[in-house]
């Protein structure tokens, strides 16, 4: 009891007295000053960290401080509540997307996770480490909705941060590219710096047509995307 069993995969503070200790396949918390009398408890036997860089903070009002850990296992994206009382981790992915996210190699992909402040979302890098491209998510905190981004082969991140400069207009999420070149994130821009036009899709559906109950069926008789400007797309 009170040891760690398994090979620490990362370390997150919760708040100012407490710190968060992953491994791939369990979780832990320090509560307390470990010399004078902290101790550790085991938050999940079967629910991890993958990797140093795989977790986040969406801010979060409590009174130690501290926000929600966000943090990518094994078994998809989970959440850890605020404050040093957490119990466990609970599941955000798995309910919606049950494969894309799961079992993330860490010996192959470089996981990181950065919360964008200005957007309300979390950025999900899987960066593979060797030159091969891979999906990044983005998680849109506020609906809980998944979006898949795809970045070319060189210029995949390999570390990211949150920008909170003086002035709030420039802040944005930073990422460091493969070729050594930084990067950030601009709504308003249609086409990359390699003046390549940015592709951008939605997956609409499933929808019900007919009745919870299933006494009747619904046929959809015409879809109409009709372009509404500034890049967007509404549809009726």
Request: glycine share 12%; charged share 20%; net charge negative.
């Amino acid at each position: 009891a009170g040891v760690i069993g398994e090979p620490i995969t990362a370390l997150c503070p919760h708040g100012d007295i407490c710190l968060v200790i992953g491994c791939k396949s369990s979780l832990w918390i320090l509560r307390g000053d470990p010399a004078y009398g902290g101790q550790i408890d085991n938050l999940s036997h079967n629910i991890g960290i993958v990797d140093k860089f795989a977790w986040t903070y969406v801010p979060n009002v409590s009174a130690d401080n501290s926000g929600t850990l966000i943090f990518l296992s094994l078994d998809g994206v989970y959440m850890l509540g605020a404050g040093c009382g957490a119990s466990e981790p609970i599941s955000i992915s798995r309910e919606k997307m049950p494969e894309e996210l799961l079992h993330v190699d860490s010996n192959l992909v470089e996981a990181q996770l950065t919360y964008d402040l200005l957007d309300r979302g979390v950025h999900i890098f899987l960066t593979k480490k060797d030159n091969g491209e891979t999906s990044h998510w983005w998680l849109d905190w506020e609906t809980k909705g998944f979006f898949r981004m795809q970045l070319p082969a060189g210029q995949q991140p390999t570390s990211s941060l949150f920008y909170q400069p003086f002035c709030a207009e420039d802040a944005c999420t930073i990422l460091g590219g493969r070729d050594g070149v930084l990067r950030r994130f601009h709504k308003h821009r249609r086409v990359d710096d390699g003046k390549i036009d940015i592709q951008s899709f939605v997956d609409y559906g499933p929808v019900l047509l007919g009745d919870q109950a299933g006494y009747m069926d619904g046929v959809l008789a015409e879809m109409q995307p009709i372009t509404g400007g500034e890049g967007q797309v509404l549809v009726e």
